[in-house]
């Protein structure tokens, strides 16, 4: 799912590449895709695009007449720039705005259309879609420590909860946390004042060297290669793979449609954190340390 970082580079380079622009009529190719009947997408023909901005995960397009379309990607939509009346990418085509210069596709992988777009008149209709989580790129230490200690949640779902912060997902909150050097599952209750601090500068440092990195990589382009799983990541997306600081083979922990990357050497003191598919494998009888994990897979 695009987080913070690539969401942020697709509000930059929409405005970069289509502000201004008249958008002279929408091409829907799934009825599924928009969630509001009124207005009509149709509204939008004739519109001009004036700015684009980030709400959470969300890309917010904005139209003459007070006119925005809220775009959620969820995990496989994806925004494609192409050329002035570009044909539709067959079955992974959602929507088509044909804009005076380009036209920029909405497409999403996979049999699930989970996208949505929501179209709404007037600035205070955004309100609906902000969860309430703070910016975890302009939040003091202060406001950080707050939103954490809200509730007593595991550090891995307070920092993808969007009521607590916005924009971090699955890929990201791995990468901070093994910056932070704190295991996924132990709960905001239990970190002290001076591991929260050092949460707080690895959220920081994470997501602002990602946006950096991947401002570098567009360039003047378009975003085209948006991922999870990105080369250079310290945990997320690397399991089995050595650890870059300690050379422990990173584990994970899959559940639902998700997963949390860690090093048990970095993070948890050496302690594995159960897996579901592995549990239903080995039984019972859990491995409490990497050693014995590849001992009795090893038997299994």
Request: glycine letters at 8%.
């Amino acid at each position: 799912m695009p987080e913070l970082p690539d969401v942020e580079v697709y509000v930059e380079r929409l405005e970069a590449k289509l502000a201004g622009q008249r958008l002279l009529g929408t091409r829907l190719a799934s009825p599924f895709l928009v969630r509001t009947y009124d207005p009509p997408l149709s509204a939008l023909s004739a519109r001009r695009f004036l700015r684009a901005h980030r709400i959470g995960k969300r890309i917010v397009m904005g139209f003459e007449q007070d006119l925005f379309a809220v775009v959620h990607l969820m995990i496989a939509g994806r925004f494609r720039l192409r050329e002035k009346g570009a044909t539709l990418p067959g079955k992974h085509s959602l929507c088509g705005f044909d804009f005076e210069q380009a036209t920029l596709w909405l497409t999403e992988a996979g049999s699930k259309k989970r996208a949505s777009l929501h179209l709404v008149r007037g600035t205070a209709a955004l309100a609906e879609f902000d969860r309430g989580g703070i910016d975890p790129l302009s939040a003091t230490l202060a406001q950080f420590d707050a939103a954490l200690r809200r509730e007593n949640r595991t550090l891995k779902r307070a920092l993808t909860d969007p009521r607590i912060l916005n924009g971090i997902g699955n890929a990201y909150s791995d990468e901070i946390l093994f910056s932070a050097r704190l295991s996924p599952v132990k709960r905001t209750s239990q970190i002290d004042a001076a591991e929260m601090k050092r949460l707080y500068r690895a959220c920081g440092k994470t997501l602002s060297a990602w946006l950096e990195r991947t401002r570098r990589a567009v360039g003047d382009g378009f975003p085209e290669q948006v991922t999870a799983f990105r080369e250079g990541m310290a945990v997320h997306g690397r399991y089995r793979e050595p650890c870059r600081s300690c050379g422990t083979p990173v584990q994970r922990v899959r559940y639902a449609d998700s997963e949390l990357n860690y090093c048990p050497t970095c993070q948890t003191g050496g302690r594995l954190l159960a897996d579901r598919g592995l549990s239903r494998l080995l039984g019972g009888d859990w491995p409490k340390t990497l050693a014995e994990l590849e001992e009795r897979l090893g038997r299994a």
